[in-house]
């Protein structure tokens, strides 16, 4: 059983739309992370929230952390081809060393 | 600065075989990790370490082993090595227990 549970899997989108992507668990996590990632890279951070309820904005892209800390979300406003990719939330649990990803959403945004 | 390097690019063994997967980084962090990657999926954490001499297991650490002789290097070693094994290899380097810096994997195949 995964402990970080992403949702949607995949989401294929015309230019322009927004779109959410969520991030939820049974577990509280003391911080979450955002990565996105691209075909045939490694995963690059984008974005950690680490307080209950906090909403960190990056450009187009809003990130929340909920307030019990066990979900996130992910929007993108007005999506463009380059937000294309895969993106993975991850967090650290037992100890701050031991990092768990979720299985990702994969986003493709149409011309 | 190259960041974290990963050799090699691609690999393709025959059940059995055993081989090492190097991986460096050269911003002097002392935390680093060892994920695997499989088609669709997102990263599980095979081993890590906190600094030169000292590793833990991860989520999935059965089938390797590692070694942290230097705050620079963390080589992954798989003997015998199964189907099962097949996937994309990312190491991570990180100053502290947040944001992570990936390579850009070793993506294997075994035979």
């Known amino acids: 059983t995964q402990l970080l549970e992403q949702s949607p899997q995949f989401l294929s989108i015309q230019e322009g739309e927004n779109l959410t992507v969520y991030c939820n668990s049974s577990?509280?996590?003391?911080?979450l992370q955002w990565y996105r990632q691209e075909p045939g890279e490694g995963p690059v951070l984008l974005v950690t929230v680490v307080t209950g309820g906090e909403v960190k904005k990056l450009k187009r892209l809003t990130f929340q952390f909920g307030d019990a800390r066990k979900d996130s979300s992910l929007h993108i406003t007005a999506a463009q081809p380059g937000d294309t990719g895969l993106y993975l939330c991850?967090?650290?649990?037992?100890?701050?060393?031991?990092?768990?990803f979720g299985s990702g959403t994969k986003l493709n945004v149409k011309p | 600065n190259a960041g974290v390097t990963q050799t090699p690019k691609f690999r393709i063994l025959k059940i059995g075989q055993s081989m090492t997967l190097q991986c460096a980084q050269d911003?002097?962090?002392?935390?680093m990790y060892w994920y695997r990657q499989d088609p669709g999926m997102g990263l599980k954490l095979i081993y890590y370490?906190?600094?030169?001499?000292?590793?833990d297991k991860g989520e999935v650490p059965n089938g390797y082993n590692v070694s942290r002789s230097t705050t620079e290097d963390f080589p992954l070693r798989l003997e015998l090595a199964a189907p099962s094994q097949t996937s994309v290899y990312f190491c991570?380097?990180?100053?502290?227990?947040?944001?992570?810096?990936f390579g850009p994997g070793t993506r294997l195949t075994v035979l």
């Open positions: 370490s906190v600094g030169a001499g000292i590793t």
């Open positions: 991850a967090g650290p649990k037992y100890n701050f060393n031991k990092f768990y």
């Open positions: 991570a380097s990180s100053p502290g227990s947040d944001t992570q810096y």
């Open positions: 911003m002097n962090h002392n935390y």
């Open positions: 577990s509280v996590f003391s911080s």
